[in-house]
């Protein structure tokens, strides 16, 4: 079974600095989709990035950009040029190639974005 | 788009009652998906349907869970006695995927709380 794992519970920044936050998932599969969500409090859940496994490039979205390792297993998130509205509970989530949509998250990480 | 509805918002319960919860999906997204979030946590899958068809199931969802998406359109999860760890938030997600595609991006509603007292 596919696992996804998030080992900072908490991560801060300064605004208009960078940070990255970590992922690592388990899988055999080799053909599979890896997302970023954001999920700011009392709001719902956004989408922040996507990349295909089957993709060498790191995908990027205006300030935000990946580090897709596939051989390690790792997908970090990079934001740039963080700001206060950056702060929110970011979740790492794992998707199967084949035909079923469901994601598979991790525990989250909390950013703090400190002004 | 208005994006994904979830109705209501907050539910407050007594152990042993019945609940349930609506999704509007996105207007044309064919597939929707019902997750689980308690606090702290991430998401954990608890179905998901292609238009009508419920195609797969958690092991989660235990038999007081029922779900179901008449006509392809909205979504209902009903729970049957409630018992004090289905407290949580119950989210759902739509999303469109082309026939024969390999990929849709899923987006959320705003959740329901269900509380169980």
């Known amino acids: 079974a596919q696992t996804v794992t998030q080992s900072q519970p908490e991560m801060s920044v300064q605004e208009a600095e960078t940070v990255t936050l970590s992922c690592t998932y388990d899988t055999s599969e080799s053909d599979y989709y890896l997302f970023w969500y954001k999920q700011p409090p009392s709001r719902q859940m956004i989408l922040v990035i996507r990349?295909?496994?089957?993709?060498?490039q790191n995908a990027t979205e205006n300030r935000f950009s990946v580090n897709f390792q596939k051989a390690a297993k790792s997908f970090s998130l990079k934001i740039s040029d963080s700001q206060l509205g950056d702060a929110a509970m970011y979740f790492c989530?794992?998707?199967?190639?084949?035909?079923?949509?469901?994601?598979?998250f991790g525990q989250g990480t909390t950013l703090q974005v400190k002004p | 788009d208005t994006g994904v509805s979830q109705d209501p918002r907050h539910k407050i319960t007594k152990r042993g009652q019945n609940v349930t919860f609506r999704c509007d999906p996105i207007s044309e997204h064919n597939r929707l998906y019902w997750y689980r979030q308690t606090l702290g946590q991430g998401p954990e899958f608890l179905t998901y349907?292609?238009?009508?068809?419920?195609?797969?199931k958690s092991r989660l969802l235990s038999d007081r869970f029922s779900a179901e998406r008449p006509k392809g359109s909205f979504s209902t999860l009903e729970i049957q006695r409630t018992e004090q760890g289905d407290s949580a938030m119950y989210l759902c997600?739509?999303?469109?995927?082309?026939?024969?595609?390999?990929?849709?991006?899923?987006?959320f509603g705003p959740g329901t709380r269900l509380t169980v007292l």
């Open positions: 997600a739509s999303s469109f995927r082309l026939a024969g595609g390999r990929t849709d991006t899923q987006y």
């Open positions: 349907f292609q238009n009508e068809a419920q195609l797969e």
């Open positions: 990349q295909e496994a089957y993709k060498q």
């Open positions: 989530a794992y998707r199967t190639g084949v035909s079923t949509g469901k994601l598979i």
